[in-house]
């Protein structure tokens, strides 16, 4: 990843707004710079668009919508970035984390009724650290059918998404940014844009970034798109941009192994709980799933079992990822503790005493408050290890997306939104409230896109 003075030789091509990425954040922008009358260019390094947001459940928080109000439930931004700011402890930049909070459900209205996204909010269980229920998703659940509306939506707007480039090269005229090269299989072409959105997530895909900024993570399952190489980071740095929290991160501990597949972490919340190969709890799950990776792969052989039961299962298979971990086997059910205990490999009777131990109400030794029902048979296990899904750390940027540089002005042209951009979660791995990922990539998504847009609109108009 480069970045060179502009070229002598005419670009191969030209457009005014040019996006990095097909991901969320990229989609969403090409969509906001389109609809602000924009004529806009995706180039997207794989054959077809998925990214992170393929692999998420495609949940994106967001207040006081009307799929919230027709629920019955009550929420508004202050709220939200409240809740934002209690799980980051307050490391977040407290205007970016408004702007997010605000953004959200106009963002989520706005894909609802422009383009036809069929929202519906999460009314069946709490994530943790969200006061309100507000996480809203496709029917499906998925993030792959998030990104599979989007593409369609796109090409419903003619946008063009040119698959099989991969941006290499930004060119610069001071702090212009007056283009890019891009590897194609035909080899190097070069376009040149009037206003650049860098859409291009963070670097969890890079194993010596990961080393660099995420040391304590760094031998966990890698859980996200192998195509996040830190690019935007890689070309801040080149071009004297401000990059914020770069030892931020979401981390998951509670994927099945050795199925590789996610286990909602609705199982947690509902009344489940997580022992080590000695049938021990060993931390207070209600901290978070992000934080649960390192818990996890703190145990022996770096694995633990997640307990719940039928009821709680009926819960987690509103997810695709639930019922393909089912399918694969991966759960595993008894009618009795101890018949769990030995299918799972785990000392008798050390599941009767752990579960025998949790308080019907109230906190138990180690500081989780229980109140749901009981766990009750059947019960049901699944063996999972830690992982890491996606940094948090990246570009920060001004309230129009625009990339700030490390004197504090702003570049002119060119803008950075989902894991391109700095997150609200905080400098490490505990920050992370559900979603944060998918609300940076919308909501900044819309934000980077329009205000590309009306960028090149008004230095027409100027010309
Ligand atoms: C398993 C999993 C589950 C998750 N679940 C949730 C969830 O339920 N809710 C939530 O909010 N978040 C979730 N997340 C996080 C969420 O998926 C991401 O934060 C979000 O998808 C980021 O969107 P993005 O558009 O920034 O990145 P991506 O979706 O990763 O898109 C970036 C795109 O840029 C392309 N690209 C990269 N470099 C270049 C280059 N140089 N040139 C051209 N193209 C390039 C990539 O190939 C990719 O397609 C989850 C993540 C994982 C891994």
Redesign the pocket.
């Known amino acids: 990843?480069r970045v060179h003075p502009t070229p002598e030789s005419p670009f191969d091509l030209d457009v005014p707004v040019l996006i990095?990425?097909?991901?969320?954040?990229?989609?969403?922008a090409a969509l906001a710079a389109a609809d602000a009358g924009g004529e806009v260019l995706v180039?997207?390094?794989?054959p077809m668009?998925?990214?992170?947001?393929?692999?998420?459940?495609?949940?994106?928080?967001a207040a006081g919508t009307r799929f919230q109000r027709d629920a019955g439930i009550s929420d508004d931004a202050t709220l939200f970035a409240g809740d934002i700011q209690a799980k980051a402890k307050g490391e977040n930049s407290q205007a970016l984390v408004d702007l997010l909070a605000r953004n959200a459900g106009p963002t989520i209205e706005w894909l609802a009724d422009r383009f036809d996204l069929p929202f519906s909010v999460v009314t069946n269980f709490d994530y943790p650290g969200h006061s309100r229920r507000r996480?809203h998703?496709l029917p499906s659940?998925s993030?792959r059918e998030?990104?599979d509306r989007l593409r369609a939506s796109c090409e419903a707007q003619g946008i063009d998404i040119i698959c099989n480039?991969?941006?290499?090269t930004l060119f610069r005229d001071g702090n212009r940014i007056t283009g890019?090269e891009?590897e194609s299989p035909e080899g190097p072409e070069r376009i040149g844009c009037e206003t650049l959105v860098l859409?291009?997530?963070?670097f969890?895909?890079n194993r010596e970034m990961v080393a660099r900024f995420l040391p304590e993570i760094e031998g966990a399952l890698w859980?996200?798109?192998?195509?996040?190489?830190g690019?935007?980071v890689v070309w801040g740095e080149a071009l004297g941009a401000d990059c914020q929290h770069l030892r931020a991160y979401?981390g998951?501990g509670n994927?099945a192994t050795p199925h590789s597949i996610?286990i909602t972490w609705a199982v947690i919340t509902e009344g489940g709980v997580q022992v080590d190969v000695h049938g021990r709890r060993f931390w207070d799950e209600s901290q978070g799933y992000s934080e649960a990776a390192r818990a996890v792969l703190a145990q022996p052989g770096g694995v633990a079992w997640t307990i719940f039961d039928a009821r709680i299962a009926a819960v987690a298979r509103q997810f695709q990822?639930f019922k393909d971990a089912e399918a694969a086997g991966a759960i595993r059910t008894s009618d009795t503790l101890d018949e769990l205990s030995t299918i799972c490999g785990l000392p008798a009777g050390a599941l009767a005493e752990t579960l025998g131990a949790i308080p019907q109400a109230g906190a138990d030794s180690i500081g989780r408050v229980f109140g749901g029902p009981p766990l009750a048979p059947p019960y049901c296990a699944v063996k999972v290890t830690g992982?890491l899904?996606?940094t948090?750390g990246g570009l920060s940027i001004s309230s129009d997306a625009r990339v700030i540089r490390k004197s504090g002005d702003v570049f002119p042209n060119l803008f950075a939104?989902?894991?391109?951009?700095v997150?609200v979660s905080g400098s490490g791995d505990s920050g992370y409230l559900?979603?944060?990922?998918?609300?940076?990539?919308?909501v900044?998504?819309l934000i980077a896109g329009r205000s590309a847009a009306q960028q090149t609109t008004r230095e027409q108009l100027d010309a």
């Open positions: 990843m990095v990425g097909a991901g969320a954040s990229g989609m969403v180039v997207e390094t794989d668009p998925s990214g992170s947001t393929a692999l998420s459940a495609g949940l994106i928080p996480m998703g659940r993030g998030l990104v480039r991969r941006a290499e890019v891009v859409a291009c997530n963070g969890g895909g859980f996200g798109h192998d195509g996040n190489r690019d935007a979401q998951h994927v996610l990822d992982a899904f996606h948090q939104a989902g894991g391109a951009a997150g559900s979603g944060n990922g998918l609300l940076a990539a919308v900044l998504g």
